[in-house]
């Protein structure tokens, strides 16, 4: 089916069913669930362990491997200086609203917290699908961009709109930014303030030099992390659409500023993607297919390097099941792109009638090196040589090593390091100031120093070079893992016609990949049972042995709710033959086959190397009367 065609009660349905085949079958619940619960956080049970297990594996196969990445694995504490150089100190918030209630003859009391922008969204939602809102209304619920706004718009919009706590007529507070980290201390005083990370990006910006040398000071390279990041999120919800801790899966691909192109471009320059562009946004206009070859020939998309990954993201997503139909990349308005991105498009899947954002691919320009950088004191600068040389206009500080000797002593060297190492900016700073006063004031290891009188003589120059440094820039995949999987979930729901629901999961995905269900307990079947195990366990092929009394058919019923791929059928013909039948899970079709090929079939088929229609060619079909 595909976006915008469910109704909202056959919506409400299939969400209820994914949700009570979830939770019983223990994909996944609310943590400490006996307790009630706490919102925002999730156990994975076996069953959901193993797909997040499968999809991460899949993720690796297909970015890491197949882009010859490295990849990391970092700390989730992280010191606050590092979180404040990248930003989150300073910026990364939310607009909370509390709820007022007012009762007659007492104090205003707070109530409920809200995420503003999100409550806004909620309530446009309702807006659009109620048939009173007039066209004007509208025209104008279009035109805000809840997510953009700041604290004054916010409250613009809560007034103009009358828009109070949900389910009442109580009056919400002025917006006010609230931090969405996990704050904590390091070590046992209370001075060495920490936060757990709210993304796993920072580890790998602090880590590039070290990942720059081990690539032989080459570029470009990517490197990538699978970990755990934290967000305090004001109102979790939606499962794990939006939730207090979850697995992302991130990729920094580092380049030079001055040539963006990826020289893999030309394989994926004629893939369709679905795109919904600034343009098509602010006119409310559809979205459009385009080869994204095209799209960054026109300047759509800003460069080669940020188009591949958006196709390979798109393919990856295809492999995990989900729907092409519903997959778009929708392009940051420029009021919603941070600061310092050059391009951003987010891979929206869509879930339960609406699109959500699953992974977004950045350019981050070169934001992250040069804040660090500056914070750190370090070189992460790379280099690359000019062929021909280049002659250039640069700043020479000119510092006199005997001159900053004679008043500083042992600290000269670290004064001429740190001097060395400056950027171009803070270059551009130093004349700027010993142009106006003859002096400039430094840092080196925590102290202050004045440069003055003969200690330097900076001024532009023009000099032919052979090595260019710069900072490089960095397009950035991330992947929300639980959103993704969330995403799967409602893409491979599936319901036959007798009202049996299941999960028809990719099957290197899959939990687990082949049941074993003998035809009944008879003592001759239990040694055949444990051979066959143990061909298939020996091949990594996780396995389910069903042995019940109840039906076949209601055996089968059981595996398909999980997302059995494969079933194996250990019956009296195999006591004689050695031969089982083999059962797909979406046709129910089988097939019967030697015992000793099962493990090589199901092997080919989980890693695609052979397709289903494939085994039926090669084997004799079975058919079953027992389905029931």
């Not at 079947?525 to 009394?549: C, G, I, N, Q, Y």
Request: hydrophobic letters at 40%.
């Amino acid at each position: 089916m595909q976006a915008g065609e469910e109704t909202a009660e056959t919506l409400k349905k299939k969400r209820e069913g994914i949700d009570d085949l979830l939770k019983r079958k223990f994909f996944l619940r609310p943590a400490f669930d006996i307790y009630e619960g706490v919102s925002g956080l999730y156990d994975y049970g076996p069953p959901g362990c193993a797909v997040k297990k499968a999809f991460e594996d899949a993720w690796r196969r297909h970015f890491v491997l197949e882009e010859d990445m490295f990849e990391v694995s970092c700390t989730n504490l992280t010191p606050e200086i590092c979180l404040k150089a990248s930003g989150h100190v300073d910026r990364f918030s939310d607009f909370l609203v509390r709820e007022i209630i007012q009762e007659e003859g007492k104090e205003p009391e707070e109530g409920q917290a809200f995420r503003a922008d999100k409550l806004i969204e909620d309530f446009f939602d309702a807006k659009l699908k109620d048939p009173a809102t007039s066209a004007t209304e509208r025209e104008r619920i279009a035109s805000i961009q809840a997510a953009s706004l700041d604290a004054t718009k916010l409250h613009q919009v809560i007034s103009e709109f009358s828009i109070c706590a949900p389910g009442t007529t109580h009056p919400l507070s002025f917006p006010e930014p609230f931090n969405l980290m996990f704050a904590t201390t390091i070590g046992p005083t209370t001075k060495a303030r920490g936060f757990l990370r709210p993304e796993t990006a920072q580890g790998i910006f602090v880590n590039f030099k070290f990942l720059y040398e081990l690539n032989g000071c080459k570029l470009p390279f990517a490197a990538a992390q699978i970990g755990l990041g934290f967000r305090n999120e004001i109102a979790p919800r939606d499962g794990l659409l939006r939730v207090r801790e979850f697995a992302m899966a991130e990729i920094e691909h580092f380049v030079n500023p001055a040539s963006k192109a990826h020289p893999k471009f030309g394989e994926i320059a004629a893939e369709m993607l679905k795109l919904y562009p600034r343009q098509q946004q602010a006119t409310g206009a559809a979205e459009i297919e385009m080869a994204i070859g095209e799209a960054v020939s026109q300047g759509l998309v800003n460069n080669e390097t940020l188009g591949y990954f958006m196709t390979r993201t798109f393919l990856f997503l295809l492999k995990c099941g989900i729907q092409q139909g519903g997959i778009r990349f929708r392009q940051h308005m420029t009021d919603e792109m941070s600061h310092y991105a050059k391009d951003c498009w987010d891979a929206e899947i869509f879930i339960g009638g609406k699109w959500v954002e699953c992974v977004g691919i950045a350019d981050r320009h070169c934001f992250d090196l040069t804040q660090h950088a500056a914070f750190s004191k370090k070189n992460l600068l790379a280099a690359e040589r000019c062929n021909p040389p280049k002659r250039v206009e640069v700043i020479d500080l000119k510092p006199s090593k005997a001159a900053i000797g004679g008043a500083y002593k042992a600290a000269t060297q670290g004064i001429l390091k740190t001097l060395e190492e400056m950027c171009d900016a803070d270059k551009e700073s130093v004349l700027k100031t010993w142009t106006e006063t003859s002096e400039f004031h430094l840092q080196v290891e925590g102290k202050e120093v004045v440069l003055a009188g003969k200690m330097l003589a900076p001024a532009r120059v023009t000099k032919e070079i052979t090595q260019e440094t710069f900072y490089p820039s960095v397009i950035e995949p991330s992947f929300g893992i639980g959103r993704i999987l969330w995403a799967i979930f409602d893409h491979v729901y599936k319901v036959r016609a007798d009202g049996r629901a299941y999960f028809s999961f990719p099957p290197h995905l899959a939990p687990v990949k082949c049941s074993i269900l003998p035809l009944s307990s008879h003592a001759d079947f239990k040694p055949v049972v444990r051979e066959l195990r143990r061909m298939l366990t020996d091949a990594d092929l996780s396995t389910e042995v069903d042995e019940s009394s109840v039906s076949i058919g209601r055996r089968y019923a059981r595996t398909d709710e999980i997302g059995i791929p494969f079933a194996c059928t250990i019956d009296f013909q195999t006591l004689q033959d050695r031969s089982v039948t083999l059962r797909e899970l979406n046709s129910m079709q089988q097939v019967r086959m030697p015992m000793t090929q099962v493990a090589v079939e199901v092997t080919q088929l989980v890693k695609g190397l052979k397709s289903w229609g494939d085994t039926q060619s090669q084997y004799p079909e079975v058919v079953r009367t027992d389905e029931n």
